[in-house]
């Protein structure tokens, strides 16, 4: 690592990775400092052993982040490539009504982003899943649909970044990618390389054009250069070994800082440095403002479907209905969990009709080694033994929709709390809940709303955390102006869900990379 370069850029996420394709492109010295370790295709989790050690900790470095806060948790990617290594590869516009919502700057509006939107969108070379011929689609997806047009609701094919043809090089970055073979295991990265995440496409080209990228590096607080020969920031930050059992700290200088650490890592890095180190202490007073958890609400769905669902195959999301009212936008998507959890499941929750069928096998196989029955078809056994489980016939839903936005962030101990409360969402997520209550009814099953959401905790997860640094017109109003560009220090940008001062109601990832386009495209001209 050089002492300095033209950008350093904290993350290699959806706003990190493209912010370096295109200053790389444009001839800068990038630098990129990314907490996570470089995952190979061959490194994902996929044992119930290998899943036990795939979250990120200082000892384990693994691929999935979980933090638990008292109304809400979070989950997010760590790695090269953030988010895009575990996300569930939704690439969809948001609507344009959200834009409308007078916490935007004025200027950020769909039209505006609709060319940036493009560009990502071939870049990422996002698609509907191949829904010709029929039986290429998974049994979750032609489930959900029927269930959709069963209570008078058009569901759609997503567009999803994920290569379903013939293995190929990618087109930009000339990686070799094999198609999806529809395990379902997106959550737990790739093992084919079919999903076109950042590490294969913006990260790749940006590496291309001469950018550096430095894994395990967590970076503690950015600093103004205050030399009269030099001008930008340093930032600080804690190099690890591939054990987590020592770091060195380290300093790297850029003449442009780009944070883009997600909606927590960015928030965090921007408070420590105001409140603690006092490096940055004109920031803006609404810091840590806007925090919303998009709307999502996880782990609920359709039990006991009256045809077999079989959620663990396929891409994790395919298809989505619009349940939005004229004051609440609500999205609802299929949802797909790998194997291992589903495993999981079938192990921790009570099914009679387990009991029965395995009770049915041991008297056959009893039987048949005793010489006492005269059955040749012994698979029948077997079949039964394998049959009456949960999770065959339960639909996972994923829904999204316009939460109030009104979550805080804050240091604790020196790390990142929310405050996040339900209270002025609670008329959208009853109707969020409606529309999977029909759905679920119309496909002859029960609705089961989330384990976290039952009273009297009503606590939500989120995989789509956003806000904290959140854009606007003036300094009163948020961190960052339209370009991402902090209030008070010229040349610090902030480039990712941090900045979205709503919540979206949709998958974010597109919105996001438009966003950082759009930035991207501001600081080269």
């Known amino acids: 690592m050089k002492k300095s370069y033209d950008v350093v850029i904290i993350g290699s996420g959806f706003g990190g990775s493209i912010t370096a394709c295109r200053l790389a492109q444009a001839g800068r010295s990038v630098c990129v400092l990314e907490r996570g370790k470089r995952w190979k295709k061959e490194d994902f989790p996929r044992t119930t052993g290998q899943v036990a050690k795939a979250f990120w900790n200082f000892r384990d470095f693994g691929l999935l982040d979980y933090r638990i806060f008292k109304k809400i948790d979070v989950i997010q990617g760590s790695g090269v490539g953030g988010g895009s290594l575990v996300y569930f590869n939704v690439h969809i516009r948001t609507p344009r009504k959200i834009f409308e919502d007078p916490r935007w700057p004025k200027r950020v509006k769909r039209e505006i982003l609709d060319p940036y939107y493009d560009k990502a969108k071939e870049m990422l070379d996002a698609r509907p899943f191949p829904s010709q011929p029929a039986n290429l689609l998974p049994r979750r997806t032609t489930t959900f649909m029927t ?23 990618n087109p930009y970055s000339g990686i070799l990618q094999g198609g999806c073979v529809n ?16 590490d294969l496409t913006y990260l790749a080209v940006a590496e291309k054009s001469g950018a550096e990228v430095y894994p ?11 030399a009269p020969e030099k001008n930008g920031y340093s930032v600080f930050f804690k190099r690890f070994d591939q054990s987590g059992k020592e770091f060195e700290s380290g300093e790297v200088s850029g003449k442009t800082v780009i944070v883009s650490a997600g909606s927590l890592g960015s928030t965090e890095i921007l408070l420590r440095s105001r409140d603690l180190y006092h490096s940055l202490p004109n920031l ?37 209905l619009d349940y939005s009212t004229a004051e609440d936008s609500i999205y609802i998507e299929d949802l797909g969990f790998p194997d291992v959890f589903l495993w999981y499941l079938e192990g921790a929750l009570p099914s009679s009709n387990r009991l029965q069928n395995f009770l049915a096998f041991l008297k056959i196989y009893v039987f048949k080694t005793l010489g006492l029955s005269k059955a040749t078809n012994f698979t029948l056994g077997l079949n039964r033994l394998f049959s009456g489980g949960i999770t065959p016939r339960f639909l996972p839903y994923l829904g999204m929709g316009s939460d109030a936005a009104n979550g805080e962030m804050k240091l604790s101990n ?40 039952k009273w009297p905790s009503r606590k939500l997860v989120t995989a789509h955390p956003l806000g904290g640094c959140p854009m606007a017109d003036r ?24 900045i979205i001062p709503t919540a ?22």
């Open 147 to 169: 269930a959709a047009q069963q209570i008078g609701r058009k569901a759609e094919l997503l567009d999803i970044c994920v290569h379903t043809g013939v293995e190929r090089t």
């Open 183 to 198: 395990c379902g295991n997106c959550m737990l990265g790739c093992h084919v390389h079919a999903k076109n995440t950042l």
């Open 216 to 226: 395990l590096h967590l970076v503690e607080k950015i600093q103004p250069i205050e």
């Open 284 to 320: 803006s007073k609404m810091l840590g403002r806007n925090f919303s958890g998009n709307g999502d609400f996880i782990l609920a769905g359709a039990m006991d479907a009256k045809d077999e669902v079989d959620p663990g195959a396929g891409p994790s999301i395919t298809t989505g």
């Open 414 to 453: 020196e790390c990142i709390d929310i405050d996040w409360k339900h209270n002025k969402s609670m008329k959208m997520f009853r109707q969020m809940e409606k529309g999977m209550k029909d759905l679920s009814e119309s496909i002859g099953g029960r609705y089961q709303t989330s384990i976290l959401w």
């Open 475 to 498: 300094i009163e109003d948020g961190v960052v102006n339209e370009f991402g560009e902090v209030w008070n220090y010229p040349n610090l940008f902030v480039a990712d869900g941090s």
């Open 504 to 525: 979206l109601s949709v998958n974010p990832s597109a919105t996001i990379s438009a966003l950082s386009e759009r930035i991207a495209d501001h600081i080269c001209n």
